[in-house]
T-cell receptor
Framework: GEDVEQSLFLSVREGDSSVINCTYTDSSSTYLYWYKQEPGAGLQLLTYIFSNMDMKQDQRLTVLLNKKDKHLSLRIADTQTGDSAIYFCAESDNNAGNMLTFGGGTRLMVKP | GAGVSQSPSNKVTEKGKDVELRCDPISGHTALYWYRQSLGQGLEFLIYFQGNSAPDKSGLPSDRFSAERTGGSVSTLTIQRTQQEDSAVYLC??????????????FGPGTRLLVL
């Protein structure tokens, strides 16, 4: 079945850039997503990218997709303490019900 | 407008008891998904409803799990004879679904289930 992998933990200093990486195996992925989960809260969609794109920028967030290598990254510019959370990479196949397959999540810790 | 709501927010039950978890999707959303988030398994898909079509139950871990969606709106996830490994946060999401299109899945806050 599909598999999505992420590193477990990332620590950065406030003001630095954060880069969270993700790899996936499903070659029929239609969309790839980044979700944010703060402690005790639900999942918040941060951004997404269609599989035929290679880059998407949204304010402080930049998503890069290397479809050949099945590698997705999320860059957060000028990281703030409020960005501390767990970030989940996910993929879906629009032709198979669009259910999400999630990575294990990367815990981002931002030090002041 | 109102988002996806779930109830109860927390549920503690004894092993062997049945539980029902409720999800109220965003009004007008035709697609509804159940996921669960547990320490051992991460976030995993359970079941998917789309309009009046038969649900996709491919993610349900055992026949103790079932779900229904009445009137194309509210959904109930039922776990029979709960086991300790069922302890998890159960998340519901809903989305619009158009033919060949994609819509954002909006997640509810989840129901935290603890089986003692």
């Amino acid at each position: 079945g599909e598999d999505v992998e992420q590193s477990l933990f990332l620590s950065v200093r406030e003001g630095d850039s954060s880069v969270i990486n993700c790899t996936y195996t499903d070659s029929s992925s239609t969309y790839l997503y980044w979700y944010k989960q703060e402690p005790g809260a639900g999942l918040q969609l941060l951004t997404y990218i269609f599989s035929n794109m290679d880059m998407k920028q949204d304010q402080r967030l930049t998503v890069l997709l290397n479809k050949k290598d099945k590698h997705l990254s999320l860059r957060i510019a000028d990281t703030q303490t409020g960005d501390s959370a767990i970030y989940f990479c996910a993929e879906s196949d629009n032709n198979a019900g669009n259910m999400l397959t999630f990575g294990g999540g990367t815990r981002l810790m931002v030090k002041p | 407008g109102a988002g996806v709501s779930q109830s109860p927010s927390n549920k503690v039950t004894e092993k062997g008891k049945d539980v029902e978890l409720r999800c109220d999707p965003i009004s007008g959303h035709t697609a509804l998904y159940w996921y669960r988030q547990s320490l051992g398994q991460g976030l995993e898909f359970l079941i998917y409803f789309q309009g009046n079509s038969a649900p996709d139950k491919s993610g349900l871990p055992s026949d103790r799990f079932s779900a229904e969606r009445t009137g194309g709106s509210v959904s109930t996830l039922t776990i029979q004879r709960t086991q300790q490994e069922d302890s998890a946060v159960y998340l519901c999401a809903s989305s619009l679904a158009s033919a060949g299109g994609w819509e954002t899945q909006y997640f509810g806050p989840g129901t935290r289930l603890l089986v003692l």
